[in-house]
């Protein structure tokens, strides 16, 4: 499986979710497309895995903003799978919502979209989450690894910042459910693949990345360098946000869930299904 890289470099998220052994019946997907500024760089990296787009069979959509569709038509002989509320609002997008422009329905054709639910499990290991709130039919793909749970999160779970804090710092649809979502995906997730940032575990309130990179910071002369660190970011909510029909949304203590088994890992995980009203 793979997610679409943040970097011009070879990401660890990339590394991470790539099974070491495909049979030749299972299904490739990829989540999330990127931007047309990542074609090229999302081009590479299937190939440096012998991969090339007509090669995939599912791309799975996080959601509709354009920085994370655009190049979905590379891969044209894949399903295009999406949450049904998502598919209704890119339908009618809010006129705030610069992250949803009104051609953004005109990306896809009918006969290629799949509409999916919360705990579908698409292919072995591989399981839908429902995750509203950032927009309005959001969702995750939960992986089985062998190091765990991996819960491929994208704006569910932007950054670290987000996760330690449990508040999603950018929503076009509805604050409260974003930030349930994303307490709800840390409690299922040993490692997030976050929408903006690299790979991570939590422990507590700590960001553990996956890989160490450096940085690289050049003084201009005469100025000062600053760096800090950022505990806390306020959210930001899209103006006339009051005027989005969220839909409710409840996670039972009980009742129907579905199960993910850790690849090397004797655990079992219960996810509890989201019911969406």
């Known amino acids: 499986m793979f997610s679409c890289p943040e970097s011009e470099s070879e990401s660890a998220q990339t590394r991470a979710i790539s099974p070491s052994a495909e049979s030749s019946s ?48 590379l891969f044209d002989r894949a399903d295009i799978l999406l949450h049904r509320h998502e598919l209704r ?45 950032h927009s309005a039919g959001s969702l995750a793909v939960a992986v089985a690894t062998a190091d765990g749970l991996a819960v491929i999160a994208a704006d569910a779970i932007q950054n670290g910042i987000v996760a330690a804090t449990r508040r999603n710092i950018m929503v076009f649809w509805n604050a409260e459910q974003a930030d349930r979502t994303v307490a709800r995906l840390m409690s299922y997730a040993d490692v997030i693949y976050p929408g903006h940032d690299h790979p991570f575990r939590l422990n507590g309130r700590d960001i553990e990345y ?43 203590a009980r009742g129907r869930g579905f199960i993910l088994q850790s690849r090397g890992a004797r655990r079992r995980i219960r996810l509890q299904a989201c019911t969406v009203r």
């Open 26 to 73: 299972s299904p490739l997907p990829v989540v999330d497309t990127g931007h047309v500024g990542r074609r090229s760089l999302l081009i590479e990296m299937l190939a440096a895995r012998g991969i090339v787009a007509t090669d995939i069979d599912m791309v799975v959509l996080s959601h509709a903003h354009w920085d994370h569709i655009q190049n979905v038509d």
């Open 89 to 133: 609002y890119l339908r009618n997008p809010h006129p705030a919502d610069y992250a949803t422009p009104p051609w953004t329905g005109r990306l896809f054709t009918e006969e290629r979209l799949r509409v999916v639910a919360d705990g579908e499990e698409r292919a072995s290991g591989v399981n839908i989450l429902a995750a509203p709130g």
């Open 210 to 252: 996956l890989d160490s990179r450096p940085i690289n910071v050049t003084r201009v002369p005469g100025q000062a360098v600053h760096v800090e660190k950022q505990d806390d970011v306020q959210p930001w909510l899209m103006p006339g946000i009051e005027q989005q029909g969220a839909p409710r949304v409840s996670v039972p």
